[in-house]
């Protein structure tokens, strides 16, 4: 998934099945996977994969952070899994 130009520059910090963390520079990009609607206990697996991820992040102060991936959640409605990524993405952001 790493271009080879970039693979000397490149560190895989952690990779589990919800989340994935590398450092490609100075950016620590996060790569998350969350459940989708309908899920057995969607909201506590989503604070504890994105708490757990961003916990990771954190740890390399004075880098850049991407946060991607697959949310299965519309961002920008007020549903109880958006508004729970959102959250816990803007008590992390400096």
């Not at 996977?33 to 697996?45: A, M």
């Not at 504890?48 to 952070?65: I, K």
């Not at 959640?73 to 992390?92: M, R, T, V």
């Amino acid at each position: 998934m790493i271009n080879n130009k970039l693979r000397k520059v490149t560190v895989t910090v952690t990779s589990s099945e919800p989340f994935s963390v590398i450092i490609i520079g100075d950016c620590v990009i996060a790569n998350i996977y969350l459940p989708c609607g309908g899920t057995e206990d969607r909201l506590l697996i989503i604070e504890d994969v994105l708490t757990d991820c961003l916990s990771w992040c954190e740890r390399f102060p004075g880098c850049n952070y991407i946060i991607a991936g697959d949310f299965n959640a519309d961002l920008q409605q007020s549903g109880p899994a958006s508004k729970l990524i959102n959250s816990i993405i803007c008590q992390h952001s400096s």
